[in-house]
């Protein structure tokens, strides 16, 4: 793959990962409080999409790719 690829989907997966991370976020702030299973399923998909969104900012703004 070359550079210009890579960048692309690094780029792909940061707007993915922070998208996850606020969509699920706020599901688990809003769910019922009788839905617990909800809550902490909605809260890991969350926390995965915060450290894919930080994980590939950080690899953009470093110009690892």
Same mark, same amino acid.
């Given at each position: 793959? *070359?550079? =210009? *690829? *890579?960048? =692309? ?7 993915? @990962?922070?998208? #996850?991370?606020?969509?699920? +976020? ?6 019922? /409080?009788?839905? *617990?299973?909800?809550?902490? @399923?909605? #809260? ?8 894919? +969104?930080?994980?590939?900012?950080? &690899?953009?703004? &470093?110009?690892? /790719?």
């Amino acid at each position: 793959m *070359t550079r =210009k *690829t *890579t960048l =692309k989907w690094i780029a792909n997966g940061n707007v993915l @990962g922070w998208s #996850a991370f606020w969509v699920f +976020g706020f599901l688990a702030v809003t769910a019922p /409080a009788q839905a *617990t299973g909800q809550m902490v @399923g909605a #809260a890991v998909v969350s926390f995965l999409g915060l450290v894919l +969104g930080v994980w590939c900012y950080l &690899r953009l703004m &470093r110009g690892d /790719a």
